[in-house]
């Protein structure tokens, strides 16, 4: 049997009305345009795209694509990428990438668009999800994961397309708004470079070779289950206990994510059906102990990259606003005017205690919102760490307020990254990292 070759992947990396990028290294556009090492402006002119560079060349075209001549020497830097998209760590920065770049013509302006093999851009993903300098074992334990979320979502937009379905992806009445978010409104390339997606910074974030060793020995292999690759979602912390798809994303639930309690046996004292609202309260409350419960700079510098090292409370945490605060700050978000926010309830709770639905109650109207994702964008200038949070009203700065006691740090679906980091440090092995989280779940060979 012949062996596949290695799948191609289109990134989208940065949109703009003007964009520059700089080539090191040789790139041919077409079949008769070189250039060599320059710098490049790009804007838009009458719906093209214009461009120009410091050797002189002048050109306006549809769409412009520039593919590497020399694959180990060539790579572009693209000026002033935004990452942490309307996360609390939002900057922008020069980023490097190997491979073929795109430009394109969109609604957004000028789309630049990184074409490379899916090996290769795991390999960024590893080093920029995560710090290149993690234990081995969570290095082959990400690539895995890293690699099945991705051919699972190509597999989920063929599928789409092909059979012409129209993805949902919110539910909406007068008095509820029911929405959740994920990569299908990318049209014109696969994923994203960024948090909705995976994080993608190219070669800006340095490899290291036990990052290149993890992938290149998990060379092909995904999770799988009944035959499908896996849909491997993961985040930061799950709190102690990991959600169910449906609560996050479309109302399905895979058999690989069930509820896993990220420990090796229920934490004494505690109930863990989080989907009850007295024993999610408890549970935020304490600190129950979780692979995921620590405070280890060693291990979670493994994890966390520079800028999310400035989030120190992750596992527990508070956010405090005034009545006005909040008002004002749902307002701007969700462009809903409650007039003076009065409640905030939490209506269903998912198997880790995150908020699926919440009654917010105002002066001017009442309705509920969901799920989780369009929780903590109503309830943060950025994100809120989680929806696994219960509501305390209390003086805040003089006034009446609201105090949100909370758990974990982001959507708590599938692999708990800083849980694995522990396992990891603790001598579990990639594939017992991957069991614990995907339950059920097969480690097969694609190509």
């Not at 760590?89 to 093999?117: C, K, M, V």
């Not at 409370?313 to 508070?318: G, I, L, P, S």
């Amino acid at each position: 049997m012949a062996r596949l070759m290695t799948p191609l992947i289109r990134v989208g990396i940065l949109s703009a009305c003007e964009l520059g990028f700089t080539l090191k290294g040789k790139f041919r556009s077409g079949s008769d345009n070189l250039f060599g090492p320059s710098v490049w402006k790009a804007g838009i002119k009458d719906g093209f795209i214009e461009l120009q560079n410091d050797l002189g060349y002048m050109a306006v075209v549809n769409e412009f694509r520039l593919d590497p001549l020399e694959d180990n020497d060539t790579s572009f830097v693209l000026h002033s990428v935004v990452i942490g998209v309307d996360f609390h760590w939002e900057r922008s920065e020069d980023q490097e990438f190997p491979g073929a770049l795109s430009l394109i013509t969109g609604e957004d302006g000028i789309t630049a668009i990184n074409i490379l093999s899916i090996e290769d851009y795991l390999i960024s993903v590893i080093s920029s999800e995560m710090s290149a300098t993690s234990s081995e074992e969570l290095l082959r334990a990400h690539a895995v994961v890293s690699r099945s979320w991705l051919l699972a979502q190509l597999e989920k937009s063929q599928e789409l397309g092909v059979g012409g379905t129209r993805y949902q992806t919110s539910f909406v009445t007068g008095d509820e708004i029911v929405r959740w978010y994920d990569r299908e409104d990318h049209l014109s390339f696969d994923v994203c470079a960024d948090d909705h997606c995976q994080r993608y910074q190219g070669i800006t974030r340095a490899s290291t070779p036990a990052v290149v060793d993890a992938v290149r020995k998990t060379y092909g292999v995904v999770l799988a289950y009944g035959g499908r690759i896996c849909d491997t979602r993961y985040y930061k912390s799950c709190g102690g206990v990991t959600e169910l798809f449906g609560n996050a994303w479309e109302p399905v639930d895979h058999p690989y994510l069930q509820k896993v309690i990220d420990n090796p046996e229920p934490p004494a004292g505690f109930s863990t059906h989080l989907d009850n609202e007295d024993d999610a309260v408890a549970w935020i409350k304490g600190s129950p102990d979780a692979f995921c419960n620590t405070s280890d700079k060693a291990i979670l510098s493994q994890v966390l990259n520079d800028y999310d090292q400035e989030t120190t409370d992750f596992y527990r945490w508070n956010v405090e606003y005034t009545a006005s605060e909040l008002s004002a700050l749902v307002k701007e978000r969700t462009g809903i005017d409650f007039g003076t926010i009065t409640g905030l309830e939490p209506l269903t709770r998912g198997s880790s205690g995150r908020i699926t639905r919440l009654r917010i109650t105002g002066s001017a109207r009442t309705m509920v919102i969901g799920k989780e994702l369009l929780i903590r964008k109503a309830l943060s200038k950025s994100h809120l760490y989680s929806s696994c949070f219960f509501v305390e009203m209390s003086e805040v700065r003089g006034e009446t307020g609201f105090v949100l006691h909370g758990a974990g740090w982001g959507h708590g679906v599938g692999l708990c990254q800083i849980g694995a980091a522990v396992m990891g440090a603790r001598g579990y092995g990639y594939r017992d990292i991957l069991m614990h989280y995907f339950r059920d779940a097969l480690l097969e060979k694609r190509y």
